[in-house]
């Protein structure tokens, strides 16, 4: 693919480590997440991340994740208190309120979850934020100006304009919302540009927006008459939709991304494949599956041998009468086990095997400008991503 | 890159010079630029320091009491070094004899490159967020709640109570079908007489709707009272009554829930409460549902002092209306004979304070004149049957 003469350019992608040595980290931070109560989770993110940051190599140089697991927890015991209270209070005025004027409290409820929405969106913003600022590339740190608020007001403004137009400004949404993102990304003293234009993003979109539509129509007609032809056509309509649906994201992904430069001079360019991208997906949740269908037998198992030894002396006596608070510990570490483990093995079985697909076919032009890139002004930012946690944004990483 | 610079010095004496030269890749944290160093080392008065030479002569010195290795990499080809003092600067080790000459530094520099100290902000952050939600919970959403309750509507409350009933004829249940609501004709009226007789005198903006609910396929031995004057009662707390007086008494006390508003208060708070809880442990464990096991124990209470005014009502009406409060201790004392004081877990999700505070209070207060029995004798087999 590259010519000998440009070589110096160019850099490409690779992603190291294997699922097994991931696997290993995560079974070891889980599994200190349970015994602490979910405490640990705060250490268990960051060095997952860490991990995660530097199997990523472009030019074979690793990425660095710098976050703090102590910043996690004083961004979280932030956020958490600022969220209690707006959710605590607001919730209880809004269903107050609800309750007297509709004596039902629907509408509070509804009302409570859309004045979430800007902080979701807020939230979403210095989540990303955070990331960047603590993510470094050969000694030099990203990092991303403020502006969560305004973004937040975008999101609105054009989720708002989208259902208006029954979907169609989709893309458009999506377009302003990364390039609003790139624009205000750093890698060192220089920002991120996005280069693509809105409506080249029309054409991956068409198909599933053609697809939802049919669909609502289709659904709406069946439900009139009752046509049994029709809801046979919805039950192919509906999986195809989806598939288009992902194959939008995947190849909006792939046009966002490649249109994206830095440093003067340095363009990315990525190459997603739809089938590859639900391949994953679909072999990932099996595996995770088949994996805590394994660990429930085990346990099981285990459990029983532990119990059977003890069973001559185990009546109802005895076990009404020793500590309830033992059941609840127990109780609790096999729910927290397997609740956290789902997450866990997301992470080995579906989240790292999609960045290995992405991250191997990342490809820098004009690569030799990096070389020229100074240190630039860092946007510090020591309250973490408290808020992103709390909405489980970017859920697992 | 092989310029012969730093060899030509005398090679030092303790450890014995490298033959050839050993490189990685050095970025130091300024610039992007990838720099090819040549790595040496040498001990000096405050112990041995990695020497970084760059292709333009220049020399960086890393003491190696500083440096630290990267934690948590994925691979395990190369290796990253930086230093303890914050310093963006990364060296990057390939494997071989560069990795070698690292290992051979010192014996701290295989060790876990640290963050900045932060314990003692992390502490006086994480002190002043548990403060600041228990004041929240325990403070702040009671008082508001009690506020807001003060101005809620009689329609808004019924309408909230009906909400709350159907909720916990579900939540009671041992399956997923509600609770059946006992009716017969008889029973019913019998219910009718009781409540008017205990409730007579007692203003309030809607009316009462006492209803039972079978329990039979596992008794949960209990009344409560929601929002809007509803008070249920379960089939096995009838069964458990001895006489029609003790039904009397426990439901002259979840009146006096209902007179105080206690339900409206309790559910607003609940309500938000739980929201609070469920968001705070849904993060760090990342389950809902365990945040909403610990909303429903945070709800399942009223506060001993609504109780203990539950009780001083009931006591008050008792006597108003000629109904001997001590049928209440009565039914306690036998209650607790017969099952025990719940200790532990049952006690803290289960709505009642424990029995033997309330023995003591019953039993204090005497009976008034008697006046006629709750239920005449027809009725109360009547009322004890409403759910066979």
């Known amino acids: 693919m590259t010519s000998e003469g440009t070589s110096l350019d160019q850099m490409d992608g690779r992603v190291a480590g294997s699922r097994s040595q991931l696997f290993d980290l995560?079974?070891?931070?889980?599994?200190?997440?349970?015994?602490?109560?979910?405490?640990?989770?705060?250490?268990?993110?960051?060095?997952?991340?860490?991990?995660?940051?530097?199997?990523?190599?472009?030019?074979?140089?690793?990425?660095?994740?710098?976050?703090?697991?102590?910043?996690?927890?004083?961004?979280?015991?932030?956020?958490?208190?600022?969220?209690?209270?707006?959710?605590?209070?607001?919730?209880?005025?809004?269903?107050?309120?609800?309750?007297?004027?509709?004596?039902?409290?629907?509408?509070?409820?509804?009302?409570?979850?859309?004045?979430?929405?800007?902080?979701?969106?807020?939230?979403?913003?210095?989540?990303?934020?955070?990331?960047?600022?603590?993510?470094?590339?050969?000694?030099?740190?990203?990092?991303?100006?403020?502006?969560?608020?305004?973004?937040?007001?975008?999101?609105?403004?054009?989720?708002?304009?989208?259902?208006?137009?029954?979907?169609?400004?989709?893309?458009?949404?999506?377009?302003?919302?990364?390039?609003?993102?790139?624009?205000?990304?750093?890698?060192?003293?220089?920002?991120?540009?996005?280069?693509?234009?809105?409506?080249?993003?029309?054409?991956?979109?068409l198909p599933a927006w053609v697809g939802a539509i049919s669909c609502g129509l289709l659904a709406y007609a069946g439900l009139q008459d009752g046509g049994e032809g029709l809801l046979a056509i919805l039950a192919f309509a509906v999986p195809a939709t989806g598939i288009a649906w992902v194959h939008w994201r995947v190849a909006s992904y792939e046009r966002l991304v490649s249109s994206l430069g830095f440093a003067g001079a340095v363009s990315l360019a990525v190459r997603v494949r739809t089938g590859r991208v639900i391949g994953i997906h679909i072999g990932g949740w099996i595996t995770v599956g088949i994996v805590l269908i394994i660990l429930s037998i085990a346990l099981t198992v285990g459990f029983g041998a532990a119990l059977g030894s003890q069973l001559e002396r185990l009546d109802a006596e005895t076990l009404t009468s020793s500590d309830p608070w033992i059941f609840l510990v127990v109780g609790l570490l096999v729910y927290l086990t397997f609740f956290l483990g789902r997450g866990a093995l997301r992470l080995v079985f579906v989240t790292y095997p999609l960045i290995k697909h992405i991250g191997s076919s990342l490809h820098l032009r004009g690569a030799a400008e990096v070389n020229a890139v100074r240190a630039g002004k860092t946007h510090h930012m020591a309250d973490a991503d408290g808020f992103a946690n709390l909405f489980d944004l970017g859920s697992g990483i | 890159m092989t310029s012969p610079g730093p060899w030509e010095r005398p090679a030092e004496t303790s450890p014995p010079p490298v033959p050839e030269p050993i490189f990685a890749d050095y970025f130091d944290g300024r610039r992007a630029l990838r720099n090819r160093v040549a790595l040496s080392f040498e001990d000096g008065a405050r112990g041995r320091v990695l020497r970084l030479e760059l292709a333009d002569g220049e020399v960086v010195r890393w003491p190696s009491r500083r440096l630290r290795r990267v934690a948590d990499q994925a691979g395990s080809e190369d290796r990253v070094y930086g230093l303890v003092t914050g310093d963006p600067a990364r060296l990057v080790v390939s494997p071989g004899p560069a990795q070698d000459l690292l290992s051979r530094l010192a014996s701290e520099t295989d060790r876990p490159l640290p963050g900045p100290p932060l314990w003692r902000r992390a502490l006086l952050v994480a002190g002043a967020g548990v403060v600041s939600v228990a004041f929240l919970l325990m403070v702040l959403l009671p008082g508001v709640a009690t506020v807001l309750s003060r101005f809620m509507s009689p329609e808004a409350e019924v309408a909230l109570g009906e909400l709350t009933y159907q909720q916990t004829r579900v939540m009671f249940a041992p399956g997923l079908t509600p609770l059946r609501e006992c009716f017969r004709p008889e029973g019913n009226s019998a219910l009718q007489q009781l409540t008017e007789r205990v409730a007579d005198g007692v203003d309030l903006p809607f009316p009462l709707q006492v209803a039972v609910l079978d329990d039979s396929e596992s008794p949960i031995l209990n009344a409560y009272a929601v929002a809007g004057g509803r008070i249920t009662f379960f089939d096995s707390m009838i069964q458990a009554a001895e006489s029609p007086d003790e039904i009397a008494a426990v439901l002259a006390h979840e009146l006096g829930h209902v007179v105080n508003a206690d339900p409206v208060r309790h559910t607003l708070q609940a309500v938000s409460g739980m929201a609070v809880v469920s968001v705070l442990i849904g993060d760090i464990t990342g389950g809902g549902v365990l945040g909403g096991t610990a909303g429903a124990a945070l709800q399942s209470s009223y506060s001993r002092q609504a109780e203990l005014e539950a009780d001083a009502f009931a006591h008050e009406q008792l006597h108003a209306v000629g109904l001997p409060p001590s049928a209440l201790a009565r039914m306690f004392e036998r209650l607790r004979a017969e099952y025990g004081d719940v200790d532990g877990l049952v006690a803290h999700f289960s709505s009642h304070p424990q029995l033997a505070d309330r023995i003591e209070t019953a039993g204090r207060v005497g009976d008034p004149v008697i006046g006629a029995p709750a239920l005449t004798p027809k009725d109360w087999q009547a009322l004890r049957a409403i759910c066979r």
């Open chain 1, 26 to 205: 995560v079974v070891k931070t889980t599994g200190l997440t349970v015994l602490t109560l979910g405490v640990y989770s705060f250490w268990a993110r960051t060095r997952v991340r860490r991990w995660l940051w530097s199997a990523l190599r472009v030019g074979g140089t690793p990425f660095e994740y710098v976050g703090q697991p102590l910043e996690k927890l004083m961004g979280f015991v932030v956020a958490a208190v600022i969220v209690a209270v707006y959710l605590g209070l607001v919730t209880m005025v809004l269903i107050f309120a609800s309750l007297n004027i509709w004596g039902s409290p629907g509408p509070g409820t509804a009302a409570s979850f859309a004045l979430l929405l800007p902080v979701y969106w807020f939230a979403q913003y210095r989540g990303m934020r955070y990331l960047l600022n603590h993510t470094r590339w050969r000694g030099i740190s990203f990092s991303m100006a403020p502006g969560a608020w305004r973004y937040a007001g975008l999101a609105m403004l054009w989720t708002t304009l989208s259902i208006l137009s029954l979907g169609l400004l989709w893309p458009v949404r999506t377009q302003r919302l990364w390039r609003f993102r790139a624009e205000r990304s750093f890698y060192g003293d220089d920002h991120f540009r996005l280069g693509l234009r809105a409506r080249n993003l029309f054409a991956p979109f």
